[in-house]
């Protein structure tokens, strides 16, 4: 974890609850074979191949509500933070006028709010979630995630990336001279998530973030997710009692939380936000499903 990042635990008496969350399971498999979960489109007959990596689900779990601390959360030191940014184009993503125009907002947001040189957004991903949270159904992947086909919440806990697969997923978004110009070792170059609830407050399927500072490298898993002609990474949380979880209640369309997906001057994937969606046990009497909207971007700013 980088050196200024600082322990959620030093915000004494938070609310809490209890939740359960899903985990990789720890599998001696792995010592001879390199997990994988392939995301494009499989025939039937395949489907069995699509990855070697199993879940488990772990009950029980207290996560911590930091909304009275809101003010305090740094993206420095504590890898995630929430602003107070209402959207002029949130309310209409399908349009996809108003889409361009969410994607500049968000990337202006970065730049002031990170002091960035240089930031370019390269994700778009729409969720919204269902009634069975433990069902698990594989997709075509190559058209999940729109605004006309949400896909559902995370529910694995995870970090967004590895310290080689952030580096290859930047590389492959910037034209050779950027890449010559910024990897040259005088650049903080960074992937930041842009995260925002839709059409109303978040009632059940929140997001919640696990402590870089309960986390210890050998908890994460480099998963591959090979994809066409490309093989992306992914970081899935392996079980720890020490692990602590925190979440922020009552987030508001008018409120954007940014994280961490990959930092080059972090040294281990701990450094990363590890979250994932959990169930509030009173959110499952709510009328209103999350629905969110989350963009990534590269974000590179000079060092001093």
Same mark, same amino acid.
């Given at each position: &974890?980088?050196?200024?990042?600082?322990?959620?635990?030093?915000?004494?008496?938070?609310?809490?609850?209890?939740?359960?969350?899903?985990?990789?399971?720890?599998?001696?498999?792995?010592?001879?074979?390199?997990?994988?979960?392939?995301?494009?489109?499989?025939?039937?007959?395949?489907?069995?191949?699509?990855?070697?990596?199993?879940?488990?689900?772990?009950?029980?779990?207290?996560?911590?509500?930091?909304?009275?601390?809101?003010?305090?959360?740094?993206?420095?030191?504590?890898?995630?933070?929430?602003?107070?940014?209402?959207?002029?184009?949130?309310?209409?993503?399908?349009?996809?006028?108003?889409?361009?125009?969410?994607?500049?907002?968000?990337?202006?947001?970065?730049?002031?709010?990170?002091?960035?040189?240089?930031?370019?957004?390269?994700?778009?991903?729409?969720?919204?979630?269902?009634?069975?949270?433990?069902?698990?159904?594989?997709?075509?992947?190559?058209?999940?995630?729109?605004?006309?086909?949400?896909?559902?919440?995370?529910?694995?806990?995870?970090?967004?990336?590895?310290?080689?697969?952030?580096?290859?997923?930047?590389?492959?978004?910037?034209? @050779?001279?950027?890449?010559?110009?910024?990897?040259?070792?005088?650049?903080?170059?960074?992937?930041?998530?842009?995260?925002?609830?839709?059409?109303?407050?978040?009632?059940?399927?929140?997001?919640?973030?696990? @402590?870089?500072?309960?986390?210890?490298?050998?908890?994460?898993?480099?998963?591959?997710?090979?994809?066409?002609?490309?093989?992306?990474?992914?970081?899935?949380?392996?079980?720890?009692?020490?692990?602590?979880?925190?979440?922020?209640?009552?987030?508001?369309?008018?409120?954007?939380?940014?994280?961490?997906?990959?930092?080059?001057?972090?040294?281990?994937?701990?450094?990363?936000?590890?979250?994932?969606?959990?169930?509030?046990?009173?959110?499952?009497?709510?009328?209103?499903?999350?629905?969110?909207?989350?963009?990534?971007?590269?974000?590179?700013?000079?060092? &001093?």
């Amino acid at each position: &974890m980088t050196e200024s990042s600082q322990s959620l635990s030093s915000f004494q008496a938070l609310p809490e609850t209890t939740t359960s969350f899903r985990y990789i399971a720890d599998s001696p498999r792995f010592q001879s074979e390199k997990p994988y979960f392939y995301q494009g489109p499989l025939d039937i007959e395949h489907e069995s191949l699509r990855t070697n990596i199993e879940f488990e689900t772990h009950y029980g779990i207290p996560v911590h509500d930091l909304r009275s601390k809101v003010p305090q959360l740094n993206l420095e030191n504590h890898g995630f933070q929430l602003l107070h940014r209402p959207s002029e184009f949130a309310h209409d993503l399908q349009d996809g006028e108003n889409l361009n125009s969410y994607l500049l907002e968000c990337n202006n947001l970065l730049k002031e709010e990170l002091k960035a040189d240089f930031v370019v957004c390269y994700d778009v991903k729409f969720r919204k979630s269902r009634r069975e949270p433990d069902r698990i159904i594989y997709y075509d992947k190559s058209y999940l995630g729109t605004a006309y086909a949400p896909d559902e919440p995370a529910w694995q806990a995870h970090a967004d990336s590895t310290v080689e697969g952030g580096k290859l997923r930047v590389r492959r978004h910037l034209t @050779d001279s950027e890449a010559k110009a910024y990897f040259d070792g005088s650049w903080r170059i960074r992937i930041v998530n842009v995260w925002r609830p839709l059409h109303h407050t978040v009632e059940e399927s929140p997001l919640a973030f696990c @402590d870089r500072n309960t986390l210890g490298p050998a908890d994460l898993v480099d998963v591959e997710r090979p994809s066409g002609n490309r093989i992306g990474h992914v970081a899935f949380l392996k079980y720890k009692p020490e692990q602590q979880w925190y979440w922020i209640s009552k987030h508001t369309p008018e409120e954007v939380l940014i994280f961490v997906g990959w930092d080059s001057d972090a040294q281990n994937a701990s450094s990363f936000l590890t979250h994932a969606a959990f169930q509030i046990p009173e959110g499952h009497l709510c009328h209103n499903l999350r629905e969110s909207v989350e963009t990534r971007a590269i974000v590179i700013t000079k060092k &001093m």
